[in-house]
């Protein structure tokens, strides 16, 4: 069993940094067959989205909408992923995730908000 736990959402004015973070933790044979570990934001009455995702070798991935404006990053000693968010935008707005798949079971965190005002 793997928990992730988020922090650092908030509210933000456009053009404003964030930087969000997301801890693991749990069983020490799960956490440490944890590979990739992602974001996902969810906005009012829309899916769930990809944001971005780390390997633990330190592969970078993603979303179009984010490139160039948000950077993903670990600390495997601290099982800890982080996404810094610079210029966020309003369309930024919306619950992001933390996610972690792990022997085929995806691990969720509860979420943190992330508010950006116009």
């Known amino acids: 069993q793997v928990q992730l736990v988020e922090s650092g959402g908030g509210l933000v004015q456009a053009g404003g940094s964030l930087r969000l973070a997301c801890a693991a933790s749990g069983n020490i044979f799960d956490i440490n067959a944890i590979n990739t570990m992602g974001w996902y934001r969810q906005a009012p009455g829309k899916q769930r989205e990809f944001v971005a995702s780390?390997?633990?070798?330190?592969?970078?991935n993603y979303a179009d909408s984010v490139k160039g404006r948000f950077t993903i990053s670990r600390d495997n000693a601290k099982n800890t992923v982080y996404l810094e968010m610079n210029s966020l935008k309003p369309e930024d707005t919306a619950l992001y995730y933390c996610n972690a798949p792990v022997r085929r079971k995806a691990y969720w965190g509860q979420g943190t908000q992330v508010t950006v005002s116009s």
């Open positions: 780390i390997t633990s070798g330190g592969t970078t």
